[in-house]
T-cell receptor
Framework: GAVVSQHPSWVICKSGTSVKIECRSL??????MFWYRQFPKQSLMLMAT?????????EQGVEKDKFLINHASLTLSTLTVTSAHPEDSSFYIC?????????????FGPGTRLTVL | GQNIDQPTEMTATEGAIVQINCTYQTSGFNGLFWYQQHAGEAPTFLSYNVLDGLEEKGRFSSFLSRSKGYSYLLLKELQMKDSASYLC?????????FGTGTRLLVSP
């Protein structure tokens, strides 16, 4: 099956710094990538939908200036958490979808655990 | 908007059968996914239903009733490794929205 990687797998940073998380589709081209956030014992919450070459679409309540998303190519999307604070500590997961069909399977990356001190 | 409900936790015994229900209200429905997620890991795909009825895949089966906004995941011959969270996710308007997830604990 299709493989999606994320880097780094975990990161610890100081409050006020910025952190960049990369999401790559390794063996397929992903027109659309998604970024999710998951707090402990909770389900995945969609943060934004990222389409290659265009601006990301953010979900209600997600600050686009704080969570910068860049989808520069069909195999790479990045999420930058700017001026991170302890409440941003979470498990960030990306997924990539092949094609435009909403019924097409999404392949998930292994996730990035962010801890902000 | 979208609203997806699942039981928070379930327990079952090794070798038994368990059914995890999911009810949803959504606009622009284009199918329902079930994912399995072990703690600290990404979700892995289990099944996809877009038409009413039962889809069987080995020990796992998934059922959908679009008129009732209802789905279930059936796990047979439970194994200890099946202890995980099971996420129901509904597609609509180009995106996948997850339910609250059900934590399943399988005991010996």
């Amino acid at each position: 099956g299709a493989v999606v990687s994320q880097h780094p797998s975990w990161v610890i940073c100081k409050s006020g710094t910025s952190v960049k998380i990369e999401c790559r589709s390794l063996d397929f081209q992903a027109t659309t990538m998604f970024w999710y956030r998951q707090f402990p014992k909770q389900s995945l919450m969609l943060m934004a939908t990222s389409n290659e070459g265009s601006k990301a679409t953010y979900e209600q309540g997600v600050e686009k200036d704080k969570f910068l998303i860049n989808h520069a190519s069909l195999t790479l999307s990045t999420l930058t958490v700017t001026s991170a604070h302890p409440e941003d500590s979470s498990f960030y997961i990306c997924s990539a979808r092949v094609g435009q069909g909403v019924g097409n399977e999404q392949f998930f990356g292994p996730g990035t655990r962010l801890t902000v001190l | 908007g979208q609203n997806i409900d699942q039981p928070t936790e379930m327990t079952a015994t090794e070798g038994a059968i368990v059914q995890i229900n999911c009810t949803y209200q959504t606009s622009g429905f284009n199918g329902l996914f079930w994912y399995q997620q072990h703690a600290g890991e990404a979700p892995t795909f289990l099944s996809y239903n877009v038409l009413d009825g039962l889809e069987e895949k080995g020990r796992f089966s998934s059922f959908l009733s679009r008129s009732k906004g209802y789905s279930y995941l059936l796990l047979k011959e439970l194994q200890m490794k099946d202890s995980a969270s099971y996420l129901c996710a509904v597609t609509g308007f180009q995106k996948l929205v997850f339910g609250t997830g059900t934590r399943l604990l399988v005991s010996p």
